[in-house]
């Protein structure tokens, strides 16, 4: 073959090769044509299916507008039957429901009285939870019965060291208490309206949970600190206190402040401090100040020898002031300083107070002692009670 003809053949060679290049990037250019727009497309139509989900889920968003009569939950019975009972005493559906409960409540429903719906009754629990009681820091257990019993060991277990050969010795027995804590009936009485009870825009439930979680937190607080144990719980200030240096059980230990009705003139936060380290190393880690606002007004003032205050506010929304690093609980039913006042608690309540409840709340309507208003007579049991008298101590505004 001539050279020629090896040229000729070569270049042929060359143009078909330039040829086949140019018809694959001619159909690569194609498909990603073809691809973007496929692409393009899947987006628009994700965008198209975007715009109707958002639009249907405004057309159906109903919790902007105040729900019709008609919207009302058709799976809570008892949040019914009790709208009706208080709106007009038709007791018919609360009569016909199946409740959880003992053979207790057909007694109830004799006298009258109809236990309320669990929603109700949470929300009266949740106030009395968030209220300046003794209630938010003590030990509360729920029972059936009609008192609680605590058993408490103050005693030491007998302990000593053994040879390898020689007789163990008999030690001491640890000797038990019964603590009993009776349950008192506490009650409340609010009043409202017929008109206002007729009124289908009126929340009944809402107004009645209100007035009685006001109510009954009052007169817990009062009974949890000052009450006397007559149809009430008794509280922790009723019971005798002694001086901790000759503390002894069923007695509560105060520390004085050295100054009758009011701190020493001189060195006044060493009475604070003597009150932290009078309690109990096992007690102090969970313990807590209990005072009213004036006994913290005058507290709040105090400075260390270094100028420091002892009081600190919370440092988020919700969280309590402390004292020497020790949470305060305002509560309002403390005494003021004064002569001989035990003004400052201090202890480990949730070791050192119990109290006992009954976990069902009744409600009796009474449309006619008190015409044109209608009566709500309200009521559950409760009681409380000193648990460990070890983990309490007082500040005791005296000279001795």
């Not at 018919?92 to 929603?119: H, S």
């Not at 409340?188 to 009124?199: H, M, T, V, Y």
């Not at 509280?235 to 050295?258: A, K």
């Amino acid at each position: 073959m001539t050279t020629q003809s090896m040229r000729g053949s070569g270049s042929a060679s060359a143009s078909a090769g330039t040829q086949a290049a140019r018809e694959v990037t001619e159909a690569l250019t194609g498909f990603v044509t073809d691809f973007k727009g496929f692409q393009d497309q899947i987006t628009t139509r994700m965008q198209q299916q975007e715009e109707r989900i958002a639009m249907l889920s405004t057309k159906t968003m109903t919790h902007r507008r105040p729900a019709l009569e008609g919207a009302q939950a058709t799976d809570a019975p008892h949040q019914k039957a009790l709208d009706a009972y208080l709106r007009c005493g038709d007791d018919e559906g609360l009569r016909n429901l199946t409740l959880e409960g003992k053979a207790m409540n057909t007694a109830v429903a004799a006298e009258g009285g109809f236990l309320v719906d669990p929603q109700t009754a949470e929300t009266i629990q949740s106030v009395l939870l968030s209220s300046a009681s003794i209630r938010t820091i003590a030990n509360v257990v729920n029972v059936e019965a009609t008192s609680f019993d605590v058993l408490v060991d103050h005693t030491e277990v007998g302990a000593g060291w053994a040879t390898e050969t020689a007789a163990v010795s008999e030690g001491a027995t640890p000797a038990l208490e019964r603590i009993s804590i009776p349950l008192h009936e506490l009650s409340a009485l609010p009043k409202a309206s017929q008109r206002l009870l007729d009124d289908s825009a009126f929340d009944i439930e809402g107004w009645l949970a209100g007035r009685i979680a006001d109510k009954f937190a009052r007169a817990e607080a009062s009974a949890f600190i000052n009450g006397d144990g007559v149809d009430k719980p008794t509280g922790f200030l009723t019971h005798p206190t002694v001086d901790n240096e000759i503390w002894e059980w069923s007695n509560i230990g105060y520390v004085p402040t050295g100054q009758d009705g009011d701190f020493a003139g001189t060195n006044a936060v060493d009475a604070i401090v003597d009150l932290v380290y009078a309690l109990g190393a096992r007690y102090r880690a969970n313990a807590t100040f209990v005072m009213n606002s004036k006994t913290a007004g005058a507290v709040r003032k105090m400075k260390d020898a270094d100028g420091r205050f002892l009081w600190s506010d919370g440092l988020a929304a919700g969280e309590p002031a402390r004292l020497m690093g020790y949470p305060v609980l305002i509560a309002e039913d403390m005494p003021d300083i004064a002569s001989d006042a035990n003004a400052i608690a201090f202890g480990d309540f949730t070791s050192g107070y119990t109290i006992a409840e009954r976990p069902d709340l009744r409600v009796l309507r009474d449309p006619f002692s008190a015409k044109p208003h209608v009566l709500f007579y309200a009521t559950k049991r409760v009681g409380g009670d000193v648990s460990d008298f070890a983990a309490i101590k007082l500040l005791k505004f005296a000279a001795s």
